[in-house]
Nanobody, 128 residues
Framework: QLQLVESGGGLVQPGGSLRLSCAASGFTSVDYTIGWFRQAPGKEREGVSC????????YYADSVKGRFTISRDNAKNTVDLQMNSLKPEDTAIYYC?????????????????????WGQGTQVTVSF
């Protein structure tokens, strides 16, 4: 019964910012990994950023380091992705996913694109 719902997507100009939110329900575990993934048309799904619930361990794709920041609120079962200095190549559908119990390290979830539950996604378009 675990569900993930993404929100916050939209259209922004290059250099602009967006904040994505993921709300999870049906959680019973306190130990899990949660993260953001994206998929652009004609391209493979990519792990953007992942974080552990029980530590500050995080992973960021090289393409977003220094521009994106992931944050979580365990009590509310939410995870946000603050996206700054957006580029046209950031255009994609962004998905939230949960790995519970953790399959591996936080790096492994993002790199291997391992999620047990996925949201429906929210569209981010960066364009003039």
């Amino acid at each position: 019964q675990l569900q993930l719902v993404e929100s916050g997507g939209g259209l922004v100009q290059p250099g602009g910012s967006l904040r994505l939110s993921c709300a999870a329900s049906g959680f019973t575990s306190v130990d899990y990994t949660i993260g953001w993934f994206r998929q652009a048309p004609g391209k493979e799904r990519e792990g953007v950023s992942c974080i552990r619930s029980t530590s500050n361990s995080t992973y960021y794709a090289d393409s977003v380091k220094g521009r994106f920041t992931i944050s979580r609120d365990n009590a509310k079962n939410t995870v946000d992705l603050q996206m700054n200095s957006l580029k046209p190549e950031d255009t994609a559908i962004y998905y939230c996913a949960v790995d519970v119990p953790p399959w591996g390290t936080v790096d492994a979830m993002c790199i291997m694109k391992h999620g047990d539950y996925w949201g429906q996604g929210t569209q981010v378009t960066v364009s003039f």
